[in-house]
T-cell receptor, first 113, second 113 residues
Framework: NAGVTQTPKFRVLKTGQSMTLLCAQD?????MYWYRQDPGMGLRLIHY???????AKGEVPDGYNVSRLKKQNFLLGLESAAPSQTSVYFC????????????FGEGSRLTVL | QKEVEQDPGPLSVPEGAIVSLNCTYS??????FMWYRQYSRKGPELLMY????GNKEDGRFTAQVDKSSKYISLFIRDSQPSDSATYLC?????????????FGKGTTLSVSS
């Protein structure tokens, strides 16, 4: 059982380049999330989705776009990467139970030069 | 100011010590509180969750919530080197199913043998 899988795990971009991070979950979860984690800042919510075809903004959405065309996939796009987007990105999914448990992927480390 | 505040540490203790990790929160509407554990270069994993006030015990771990002072604590008894990780407190930002979690910045714990 793979759980939540993120690809790629590492990527180096030049300023202005674009890329897409893919998150796939095999737990049939309705809810999916993208967080970024930076030293001294903790985990901050970028965008989230409450179901296939839906997306919503989180705390730090600027510079990112997302899509949830299939229930099991949640894509995070950077249209024009900036050095401030150097971070570790975590995808998570949830079944929406009252315990609020989120299942996280192992992270995607992105460096923007 | 983030709605969940946590001292980032780092915290270093010898094996066998009792560890106390603490968070404060500002939103009185928060009802569920979670502790996630994150090993280096891994995604966070749910360690414990509690509802409202009181204590919850799971083996060497005890989670405590004091809603009157908006204080969340995690105690680790007989700490082990395998407990070395970053511990994040979290709470759902709303009451709807699948609502995203707001995380503290995390406290990095190192247990030496």
């Amino acid at each position: 059982n793979a759980g939540v899988t993120q690809t790629p795990k590492f990527r180096v971009l030049k300023t202005g380049q674009s890329m897409t991070l893919l998150c796939a979950q095999d737990m049939n979860h309705e809810y999916m999330y993208w967080y970024r984690q930076d030293p001294g800042m903790g985990l901050r919510l970028i965008h989230y989705s409450v179901g296939e075809g839906t997306t919503a903004k989180g705390e730090v959405p600027d510079g990112y776009n997302v899509s949830r065309l299939k229930k099991q996939n949640f894509l995070l796009g950077l249209e024009s990467a900036a050095p401030s987007q150097t971070s570790v990105y975590f995808c998570a999914s949830s079944s929406g139970t009252s315990t609020g448990e989120l299942f996280f992927g192992e992270g995607s480390r992105l460096t923007v030069l | 100011q983030k709605e969940v505040e946590q001292d980032p540490g780092p915290l270093s203790v010898p094996e066998g010590a009792i560890v106390s990790l603490n968070c404060t929160y500002s939103n009185s509407a928060f009802q569920y509180f979670m502790w996630y554990r994150q090993y280096s270069r891994k995604g966070p994993e749910l360690l414990m969750y509690t509802y409202s006030s009181g204590n919850k015990e799971d083996g060497r771990f005890t989670a405590q919530v004091d809603k009157s002072s908006k204080y969340i604590s995690l105690f680790i008894r007989d700490s082990q080197p395998s407990d070395s990780a970053t511990y994040l407190c979290a709470s759902p930002e709303g009451t709807e199913a699948g609502t995203a979690l707001i995380f503290g910045k995390g406290t990095t714990l190192s247990v030496s043998s």
